[in-house]
């Protein structure tokens, strides 16, 4: 069972910067993919960016050119790093992780305020 705990949500200005972390921790197993989804009260969590143990990434089309991704394999830890932030990104941000072995786990989730 893996412990994953995320931090770096707070409130921020529109076009100002935050920067999320994900550590997972316990008994590691091969992680297959880490990354981070929203969610807004009423709807479900969406895809926010993931990463792949290749190395290849996705993006949400509403944050290309505007946050990055990277994990760190040895910590299993895993960044991302929002610029020029918009009301519109205001949700709580969950770090998922999908280990080799198979299942999904989620962190608690921080939240992040945007205002104009």
């Known amino acids: 069972q893996l412990k994953i705990v995320e931090s770096g949500g707070g409130l921020a200005q529109s076009g100002e910067s935050l920067t999320l972390s994900c550590v997972a921790s316990?008994?590691?197993?091969?992680?297959?993919?880490m990354g981070w989804y929203r969610q807004v009260p009423g709807s479900p969590r969406t895809l926010v960016a993931h990463?792949?143990?290749?190395?290849?990434?996705q993006y949400a089309d509403s944050v290309k050119g505007r946050f990055t991704i990277s994990r760190d394999k040895t910590l299993n830890t895993l960044t991302l790093q929002m610029n020029n932030l918009k009301p519109e990104d205001t949700a709580v941000y969950y770090c998922?992780?999908?280990?080799?072995?198979?299942?999904?786990?989620w962190g608690q989730g921080t939240q992040v305020t945007v205002s104009s």
């Open positions: 998922r992780v999908v280990p080799s072995a198979g299942g999904v786990q």
């Open positions: 990463v792949k143990d290749s190395g290849v990434t």
């Open positions: 316990g008994s590691l197993y091969n992680i297959e993919v």
